[in-house]
C-alpha cells in the first residue's frame, strides 16, 4: 500500500494481519483502534465470545464520534452476557501517539532501533489514523515485534 492510497479506516483489515483475519480469530487493528476510541477494554477472551457475526459486525462498525459512542454503549451492555464477564470501561483515547501526526512517536523509533530497521523520513505525516495505530500497537514494548517490519514494509516506511 502506497502512503497515498486510501482506504476506509473503520473497516480495514492490513495485508500483516492476513493469517487471522480471514476468520477473526484475533481482534484486527480496525477493531482495536475502535476499542481504544470508544474506550473498552475487550480481552481476546470475550472477542472469542463473541457470535462470529457479531466480530463481523464490530469490523464493520462505522468510528464517526456518534458510532463510537454507540459501540461503547453496545459493547458494555452485550459483554455482560458474556461467560468472562463484561468489558471494562476505559477512558476513550485523546491525543495518543497514533492520533498525532506530526512525527515519529519514541515508542516506534525506539522499537526500530532494536530491529535495526530505518525509517523513512516523513513517512509518518503521510500516514492515515488507523495505520499510525497499527504501528504504535505494535511498537509497545514488551511486544514482540513480529509484525512491525511487516506493517512498515506494507506502508512504505523502511528505507532501503
Same mark, same amino acid.
Given at each position: 500500500?502506497?502512503?497515498?492510497?486510501?482506504?476506509?479506516?473503520?473497516?480495514?483489515?492490513?495485508? $500483516?494481519?492476513?493469517? $487471522?483475519?480471514?476468520?477473526?480469530?484475533?481482534?484486527?487493528?480496525?477493531?482495536?483502534?475502535?476499542?481504544?476510541?470508544?474506550?473498552?477494554?475487550?480481552?481476546?477472551?470475550? &472477542?472469542?465470545?463473541?457470535?462470529?457475526?457479531?466480530? /463481523?459486525?464490530?469490523? %464493520?462498525?462505522?468510528?464517526?464520534?456518534?458510532?463510537?459512542?454507540? @459501540?461503547? /454503549?453496545?459493547? !458494555?451492555?452485550?459483554?455482560?452476557?458474556?461467560?468472562?464477564?463484561?468489558?471494562?470501561?476505559?477512558? #476513550?483515547? /485523546? %491525543?495518543?501517539? &497514533?492520533?498525532?501526526?506530526?512525527?515519529?512517536?519514541?515508542? !516506534?523509533?525506539? %522499537?526500530?532501533?532494536? !530491529? /535495526?530497521?530505518?525509517?523513512?523520513?516523513?513517512?509518518?505525516?503521510?500516514?492515515?489514523?488507523?495505520?499510525?495505530? %497499527? @504501528?504504535?500497537?505494535?511498537?509497545? #514494548?514488551?511486544?514482540?515485534?513480529?509484525?512491525? #517490519?511487516?506493517?512498515?514494509?506494507? $506502508?512504505?516506511?523502511?528505507? #532501503?
Amino acid at each position: 500500500m502506497t502512503e497515498r492510497q486510501v482506504f476506509s479506516s473503520h473497516d480495514h483489515c492490513f495485508a $500483516f494481519e492476513a493469517d $487471522f483475519t480471514a476468520d477473526l480469530r484475533c481482534i484486527p487493528m480496525a477493531v482495536r483502534r475502535k476499542l481504544d476510541l470508544a474506550g473498552v477494554k475487550l480481552k481476546l477472551v470475550h &472477542w472469542h465470545g463473541l457470535a462470529a457475526a457479531e466480530r /463481523q459486525r464490530l469490523l %464493520a462498525w462505522a468510528d464517526d464520534p456518534a458510532a463510537i459512542a454507540d @459501540l461503547r /454503549q453496545w459493547l !458494555l451492555e452485550h459483554s455482560r452476557e458474556l461467560p468472562d464477564g463484561p468489558a471494562r470501561p476505559l477512558e #476513550p483515547a /485523546q %491525543a495518543s501517539d &497514533w492520533q498525532q501526526g506530526e512525527r515519529w512517536p519514541a515508542v !516506534l523509533i525506539e %522499537a526500530c532501533r532494536q !530491529l /535495526q530497521l530505518s525509517l523513512r523520513p516523513g513517512g509518518w505525516q503521510g500516514l492515515q489514523e488507523l495505520q499510525r495505530f %497499527a @504501528l504504535v500497537k505494535l511498537s509497545h #514494548p514488551g511486544h514482540e515485534h513480529r509484525n512491525l #517490519p511487516l506493517a512498515l514494509a506494507e $506502508f512504505n516506511l523502511i528505507e #532501503p
